[in-house]
């Protein structure tokens, strides 16, 4: 293993890190502070097929320790080997070799949120969940938010779709009908759908960046969840400084399979196009023919903070934002909360009732 990627502070010769706050290179010990200049040049998009054909072949990579989890499959790059997984909180890990990268990274998005702001952003949420045990507000102080550069894998697709369906109009009429409690005829005004004949277009359009998580273990509707990122417009050139001082996860989800997910993607976002050009209120029989052109990918880092963390023996995972401060995850439930809340509202339905019958 070669020496790890560092840079060294002038005054003090101490590694510098990277600080969310001043974005600055900053010496943990003296302050020093050094400037980066952000980049928007120089990021490649890669064609698809190339990418998929250098996908088979790794290469020799080195510059961090990985830690591997044996319980959720995480590969974690970190300057030191850490004795927790960050993703699902087990301390079943141990030292793995590093592989090669076989697509070079393109870009990075940097940390903006420190860890004492995705700690407030995190008690917060906490704070919010009203139907989880009480006793979870309590944990929330002892557990560790950590910081990582995860992988992702954009790509970009000119699409063209012919569709092709039925429309529906919700149309209404009166009726009448026999009601055996009065014992005579009422009226009643019913909806129902009338179906035209099929209807048939076109639509073109340009995805950039559909954005894919490039970890098994932290599915893509994670950083859905929290706003995703902003990577057409403020991702930088790939620049290893930024890493300094966090860790860096491996891409453990091959290109193929990101490419499987995000083409299904933008099969669903080109048909409720589609769909949104349908004539009437509803449609059936719906079917589309997609062609795509121009496919091209890359990889790249964007910042999140992680905690995982184990109640009465069962994993839970929380996400923030490493530039919004947005928190997405999920947590236990008190069952005397919920049983309390569902007879809450059997009380007040019952009330609406006895009040509505009098």
Not at 334 to 357: P, Y
Request: glycine residues 6%; hydrophobic residues 35%; neutral net charge.
């Amino acid at each position: 293993m070669s020496e790890l990627y560092s840079r060294r502070c002038r005054s003090c010769g101490a590694s510098f890190v990277y600080d969310p706050q001043s974005e600055t290179l900053k010496c943990p010990y003296c302050g020093s502070q050094e400037t980066l200049t952000p980049s928007y040049e120089g990021i490649q998009e890669i064609d698809l097929e190339e990418a998929l054909q250098a996908a088979q072949t790794p290469t020799s990579l080195t510059g961090y320790h990985v830690v591997y989890c044996q319980s959720c499959g995480a590969e974690i790059a970190c300057q030191e080997v850490r004795a927790a997984c960050g993703f699902c909180g087990s301390e079943n890990v141990s030292e793995k070799a590093l592989q090669a990268l076989p697509v070079k990274p393109q870009g990075v998005l940097p940390f903006r949120v420190s860890q004492e702001e995705a700690r407030a952003a995190f008690d917060r949420w906490v704070r919010s969940l009203w139907l989880a045990p009480s006793d979870l507000k309590d944990k929330r102080q002892i557990e560790k938010i950590r910081g990582f550069y995860l992988p992702i894998w954009t790509f970009d697709a000119q699409v063209w779709a012919h569709w092709r369906a039925e429309p529906g109009y919700y149309r209404t009429r009166t009726e009448r009908y026999f009601d055996p409690r009065s014992r005579s005829w009422q009226s009643r005004t019913v909806t129902y759908v009338e179906w035209g004949p099929p209807v048939s277009g076109h639509h073109q359009d340009f995805y950039d960046d559909v954005l894919v998580s490039g970890l098994v273990s932290l599915p893509t509707s994670y950083l859905d969840s929290v706003g995703g990122f902003a990577t057409p417009s403020d991702l930088q050139a790939y620049n290893p400084d930024y890493f300094l001082g966090w860790e860096v996860a491996l891409p453990d989800k091959p290109l193929p399979a990101a490419w499987k997910e995000a083409y299904q993607r933008i099969y669903e976002m080109t048909a409720e196009a589609c769909k949104r050009a349908l004539p009437g209120d509803t449609h059936r029989n719906f079917s589309m023919r997609l062609q795509l052109s121009g496919l091209t990918t890359k990889l790249a880092y964007v910042p999140l903070y992680v905690v995982a963390y184990r109640y009465k023996g069962k994993p839970y995972r929380v996400v923030i934002h490493g530039r919004s401060g947005a928190v997405h995850g999920e947590s236990p439930l008190s069952w005397v909360k919920v049983t309390l809340l569902v007879l809450a509202l059997l009380v007040g339905v019952g009330l609406l009732a006895w009040l509505s019958g009098r």
